[in-house]
């Protein structure tokens, strides 16, 4: 986790920051039950769209929505959680006015095309266009997936010390193991 907090360097949002510094293992995400079910297949898709499944696994794959929405519920300040939710339910307007559907039931084109709206700041929904609402659930989405079993042990270069997949093993150890 630590390589992912200084890939993303001062841009990693607060309540990550404070998740890694307490030593939040992402493999045990349990008991977050904030999500209905629509926003939890919402939340999937919106991850799937940002890391799509290629010939490796997705964020849906991973479990990024679960991980989005254990992190809001227990990590982040609730005035933090409630600004993504809305802009979960901006994006659903904006979707439902456009294209007369959620973004779950959009075709992957369209998803690209509102998700890249959102990038470049061009959804009327948000103050900013979707610029900041991007980013955020870009980070989540990314941090959740490379955080994830399958983006550890798929998409980074795995050594499996201590002999399982651990997400919480802190990396700096791996090279002190082989240097006594």
């Known amino acids: 986790m630590q390589g992912l907090v200084a890939m993303f360097g ?3 949002l607060l309540p990550i920051q404070e998740a890694v510094a307490a ?3 992402p493999v045990k995400l349990t008991g977050a039950s904030l999500f209905t079910g629509s926003m939890r297949e919402e939340t999937a898709a919106l991850a799937e ?3 799509p499944a290629t010939d490796t696994p997705g964020a849906r794959d991973a479990g ?3 991980f989005v929405e254990f992190m809001l519920e227990f990590w982040y300040p609730p005035a933090d959680r409630d600004r993504f939710l809305d802009g979960m339910a901006r994006l659903g307007r904006f979707c439902d006015a456009e294209y007369r559907n959620p973004f779950s039931r959009l075709g992957a ?3 690209i095309a509102v ?3 959102l990038m470049e700041g061009a959804n ?3 103050e900013d266009g979707g610029r900041m609402f991007f980013e955020h659930a870009k980070q989540l989405t990314v941090f959740g997936y490379y955080t994830s079993e399958i983006g550890m042990t798929v998409e980074r270069r795995y050594l499996p ?3 399982r997949y651990d997400g919480a093993y802190p990396y700096e150890k791996v090279g002190t193991l082989f240097t006594s």
């Open 115 to 117: 998700v890249t709206g």
């Open 124 to 126: 009327p929904e948000f």
């Open 109 to 111: 084109n369209e998803q």
């Open 49 to 51: 769209t940002i890391v």
């Open 10 to 12: 001062a841009e990693l």
């Open 64 to 66: 990024v929505a679960e």
């Open 161 to 163: 010390v201590p002999g």
């Open 23 to 25: 030593g939040m293992n």
